[in-house]
């Protein structure tokens, strides 16, 4: 190392741990901060490369080359991160906005749930009593100790209309309640049934689902889940005489969702609301026993009969009762015998998987404009079912209207 290099600050001088190319990269990037020649760094890189002595051009021609190349890179570099970082953003900006949508879907169904029970809370404060269908003569009962299961299935009070296809107005819908009363009653003397359990099936009220149904219902959302759960209220008091148990059990149906379909929860379904109602009215009736559910699993079960034939019951909206569909169920709800639904508006029976499929109908028909389009038919008509002492299903009985 000549005098004039052994002379400089100690800070041009390589430091302990540093390698070659660092030293190299940091003498000429400090160059002039130094107070360095390119002569004197090259000094400074032959005194510690152990190389031959290169000329000072050699030295900073490499350098050179270094700094074209780190430019090179680093306006890519920092192109390639704006370019993530805008995506970045992107992404998060959507994230927040559909954050944001969803929160205010949930306050806005938040609110429409609390203004909706309010509004409930009201309506069922008002004391009525309840409307009894007028009862036909009383015929003596046969002897027996079988179950009656009468099936209230797609009510749908709060719709009206009036076409060639048929007519339906809540009115209407209590005179064809008023029969099923009765048949109910005849069917339990005839047959010495000394228990019935009564299965609602789901859609006992219209709803809001279908804008043709917005347009049609007549009564409003708060005065269909009341006039429905008196009209069961009714048909309770209507052949409680006839039997000394009545079990009932319920479920909602797709016309109850007091939501959009994608942010319906089964937990509030307008349906399961009826069974306070009921609660509350029949409060020190002996006889009648009204069974709270578990409406967040979408179905009830039950047992009949001293060998406890199992019984399910689900709207049908979920459950196209396929194979496939029932050993689904059962492993939810574990083996059944028995599965009560409605939702198709028709009577109907079959067996699958040895399980007897029961489906309730529609008390008013297909007449409606939904129905209309999409060429749906269907007789009014609600469905019972008569399981004998044991337990095991004996006959149906569909009730038109």
Known sequence: MT???????????????????????RLFDNRLTYGLTCSQ?????????????????????????YVRARNYFRTHDC?????????????ARIQLSDERAAFNRLIR???????????????FAETHEIRVPAPSAVLEHTAGSGTLMAVLSDWHIGIEFANGVGDYNPEIAWNRICRYVEAVRQKARLLGARRCVVAMA??????????????????????????????????LAGIEECFDEIDVYGVGGNHSRVSEKDDAMLGEMLDDIIPFYLSAKFDGHLNIRIHSTEPTVGFESFYIGDTKTHVVLAHGDYDDLSEKN?????????DFDVAVVGHLH????????????????????????YCLKKRLSGQPSQIMAYFGDSGELEALFPIYF
């Open 346 to 369: 028709e009577c109907a029976y079959f067996d699958k998987l040895g399980v007897h499929i029961i489906r309730g109908g529609c008390l008013c028909g297909s007449g409606d404009e």
């Open 41 to 65: 760094v090259a000094d400074l890189l032959n005194a510690e490369s152990g190389q031959p002595e290169y000329s000072e051009s050699k030295w900073r021609k490499d350098y050179k080359l």
């Open 202 to 235: 789901g859609d006992m009220i219209s709803g809001i689902i279908h804008t043709t149904i917005r347009v049609e219902n007549r009564q409003r959302l708060i005065a269909q889940i009341k006039t429905a759960s008196e009209y069961v209220a009714g048909f």
């Open 109 to 123: 169904s938040e609110a429409r749930k609390d203004a909706l029970y309010d509004e409930l809370r009201a309506a």
């Open 3 to 25: 005098a004039g290099i052994a002379a400089l600050s100690p800070s041009v001088q390589r430091m302990p741990g540093e390698d070659f190319t660092s030293y190299f990269l």
């Open 326 to 334: 029932i050993g689904q169920l059962m492993r939810l709800a574990g």
């Open 79 to 91: 192109g390639r991160m704006l370019a993530d970082q805008t995506k970045a953003l992107e992404k």
